[in-house]
Nanobody, 115 residues
Framework: QVQLVESGGGLVQAGGSLRLSCAAS????????MGWYRQPPGKQRELVAG???????KYADSVKGRFTISRDNAKNTIYLQMNSLKPEDTAVYYC?????????WGQGTQVTVSS
């Protein structure tokens, strides 16, 4: 089992920055992919940024050039650096790990961007 705990969300003005963290614990091995998703109010969950082993990183078009996903293997932590935030970035952000055929989600962290 893998447990994921997100942190770093909050309220920020447009143009500001936030860094989300996702700390993983438990049986962490052979992780195929990890990423950040978000779910805006009244909308479906969508991929924001992901890292796939042996492939690389990918970003949603709406965040390219503003968001950066990274990982610290020593700390078993995934980060999402978010710059130049916009009101449309307001959402609950979720961390996700794909381990073999198993998929794990964090509880989510709220990001609110005021105009």
């Amino acid at each position: 089992q893998v447990q994921l705990v997100e942190s770093g969300g909050g309220l920020v003005q447009a143009g500001g920055s936030l860094r989300l963290s996702c700390a993983a614990s438990g049986s962490i091995f052979r992780v195929n992919a990890m990423g950040w998703y978000r779910q805006p109010p009244g909308k479906q969950r969508e991929l924001v940024a992901g890292i796939t082993s042996g492939v690389g990183t990918k970003y949603a078009d709406s965040v390219k050039g503003r968001f950066t996903i990274s990982r610290d293997n020593a700390k078993n932590t995934i980060y999402l650096q978010m710059n130049s935030l916009k009101p449309e970035d307001t959402a609950v952000y979720y961390c996700n790990i794909l381990q073999g055929v198993r998929e794990y989600w964090g509880q989510g962290t709220q990001v609110t961007v005021s105009s």
